[in-house]
């Protein structure tokens, strides 16, 4: 399964940007999908996650109020809109399917994978 993550760039701190990601419909209909990151060095950490129908969102708290995710059934798409973005967002954003309809917050919670897309925030 091939997911394709996009929209990643070089922006300035306090700035925006919008990732997109397309997951095949026969596996992430039912499915809820997250965005994971992971900086040079670091582990790979939860950043924010949809329900299978996107009516339940988590996030991590160091993006709460500042990220959204959302979905698009018609497209198979997933979103995260990046909002006051810092030098500590800097990082390769992947997407994910999850394993069941509502996520967890751990990887071993997805099954499927992006390729990632990278953000550099600069300060």
């Known amino acids: 399964v091939q997911l394709q993550a996009s929209g990643g760039g070089l922006v300035q701190a306090g700035g925006s940007l919008r990732l997109s990601c397309v997951a095949p419909?026969?596996?992430?209909?039912?499915?809820?999908m997250g965005w994971f990151r992971q900086a040079p060095g670091k582990e790979r950490e939860f950043v924010a996650s949809?329900?299978?129908?996107?009516?339940?969102?988590l996030y991590a708290d160091n993006v709460q109020g500042r990220f959204t995710i959302s979905r698009d059934f018609a497209s198979s798409m997933v979103y995260l809109q990046m909002s006051s973005l810092k030098p500590e967002d800097t990082a390769v954003y992947y997407c994910?399917?999850?394993?069941?309809?509502?996520?967890?917050?751990?990887?071993?919670?997805?099954?499927?994978w992006g390729q990632g897309t990278l953000v550099t925030v600069s300060s």
């Open positions: 419909r026969r596996t992430s209909s039912n499915n809820a």
């Open positions: 949809i329900s299978w129908n996107g009516g339940s969102t």
């Open positions: 994910a399917v999850a394993r069941k309809s509502y996520s967890g917050r751990t990887p071993t919670d997805y099954n499927y």
